[in-house]
């Protein structure tokens, strides 16, 4: 499981995850998905607001395969996008 966790400077705002949903989320096509294709299962991701408008264009891309999952994983790029100052983090350590 892929943890997506939005943070601000004071921390931790907000944590979602699904279990399996690395199956959808670690993409393998890098011209298709350029920020996807580095997530995997061993290492911690981070993403600031200005890497939002492109992870958003991808997440749509996705939207069909889980769409709940990632609505949710939209809403908090959107708040990181909107907020200067946070990141969007993915990783599939525990805390």
Partial sequence: MI???LESSAGKVVEIGRE???????QSDESRFPLLS????????VF??????QLLTELHDLAP???DH????ISLAVRCRDEPG?????TPFLD
């Avoid at 580095?38 to 991701?45: E, G, I, M, T, V």
């Fill in 86 to 90: 946070n990141v969007l983090s993915f």
């Fill in 20 to 26: 399996g949903n690395e199956a959808y989320l670690c």
């Fill in 65 to 67: 395969d889980d769409f």
């Fill in 70 to 73: 990632i609505r949710e994983i």
């Fill in 3 to 5: 943890r997506v966790i």
């Fill in 48 to 53: 600031d607001h200005t890497d939002m408008p």
């Fill in 38 to 45: 580095q997530l995997d299962n061993c290492s911690y991701d």
